[in-house]
């Protein structure tokens, strides 16, 4: 399935590749998958292998652990699909470049030339997410990549178009578990 994946500053890690095969078992679409110490544990010890050679006995084992745990892990709320249809990809630009716009679908729609009915029916059909789902989502990723940036959690809120900070917390935390400040903390 054809994906794409941002990432905002500094990153450190690795990527898992799978085999078909090995995949069974996992999510269908691509998501994002939380990351247990096991299993970053697994990934590390699996780097210094020599993937040249057949794998050992304790090797297999420690793989078929680590494709359990892959397996296991929850998904986090950090997917955005885009929509394809040129009318609605327009909508979610001018989202995510104006986050605290608080223009409705009727005129995002007439701005993009098409019907409000059409594209509520779309943005669902093509996202997997109603409108309002995939605007908050947006805001959501937006405000991950600013905290993240070390912006502070008032403007971070103001920026995005919440009324308070309390009640962009709220939202955080109903998201992601954790509020903004414990979020980014090991």
């Known amino acids: 399935m054809e994906h794409k994946v941002s990432i905002s500053g500094v990153l450190s890690g690795w990527d898992v590749m799978l085999t078909p095969e090995a995949s069974n078992g996992l999510p269908e679409a691509p998501c994002v998958l939380a990351v247990s110490d096991v299993l970053r544990a697994l990934v590390r010890r699996a780097t210094a292998w020599d993937w040249g050679k057949k794998l050992t006995p304790p090797q297999r084992r ?3 652990v680590l494709l359990d745990e892959i397996r296991i892990a929850r998904t986090e709320p950090l997917h955005l699909p885009m929509p394809t249809d040129r009318r609605l990809l327009c909508i979610a630009t001018t989202l995510i470049e104006h986050p605290a716009s608080e223009k409705t679908l009727r005129v995002l729609a007439r701005e993009a030339g098409i019907s409000e009915r059409s594209a509520r029916r779309l943005f669902s059909a093509e ?5 309002a789902g995939w605007r908050q989502q947006a805001r959501l990723l937006l405000a991950l990549e600013q905290l993240a940036s070390g912006a502070p959690v008032a403007n971070v809120a103001d920026g995005l178009g919440y009324a308070s900070a309390s009640s962009f917390i709220a939202m955080f935390r109903k998201a ?10 090991p």
């Open 62 to 64: 420690m793989l078929a």
């Open 127 to 131: 996202t997997g997410l109603s409108f």
């Open 176 to 185: 992601f578990g954790l509020p903004p400040r414990r979020y980014f903390v």
